[in-house]
């Protein structure tokens, strides 16, 4: 699916589950949408290490996302949204791009950064 087409589609839903990458969390929130977000672990074998777990985490403080760390969790969250209870819909004029800016800040920095060579205790 070309990336427009997926935003498009993603503005018409009233719900949107991913996991904790960051660009499916932004294009949700362009698109409108405070996802629930699923971060994938790498106690599971999902992923190398937990950056998404601390990322979603933190989103989740901010009050950008949902956050689901287990299924009774999701269930929950998407119960509320089913039901009315709350609303997955990011207010019009709500500083998404200000985020996105931010965070482009912070990925430029840690691109800057030297790499480490030989990784942990080397």
Avoid: W
């Avoid at 904790?20 to 409108?32: E, F, H, K, Q």
């Avoid at 992923?47 to 009050?63: E, N, Y």
């Avoid at 709500?94 to 942990?120: I, K, S």
């Amino acid at each position: 699916m070309a990336y427009e087409d997926m935003v498009n589609a993603m503005r018409a839903v009233d719900v949107i589950v991913c996991h904790g990458g960051t660009g499916s969390i932004v294009s949700s929130r362009l698109a409108g949408i405070r996802p629930i977000v699923v971060p994938r672990t790498k106690a599971l074998g999902e992923h190398v290490d937990d950056h998404q777990v601390s990322f979603a985490r933190r989103l989740a403080r901010l009050g950008q996302v949902d956050l689901a760390e287990s299924e009774e969790t999701l269930h929950e969250l998407l119960d509320a949204v089913m039901s009315g209870r709350t609303d997955s819909h990011v207010p019009h004029g709500v500083a998404t791009n200000d985020a996105v800016r931010r965070f482009e800040m912070l990925a430029d920095a840690l691109a800057a950064r030297p790499a480490r060579r030989g990784g942990p205790g080397r």
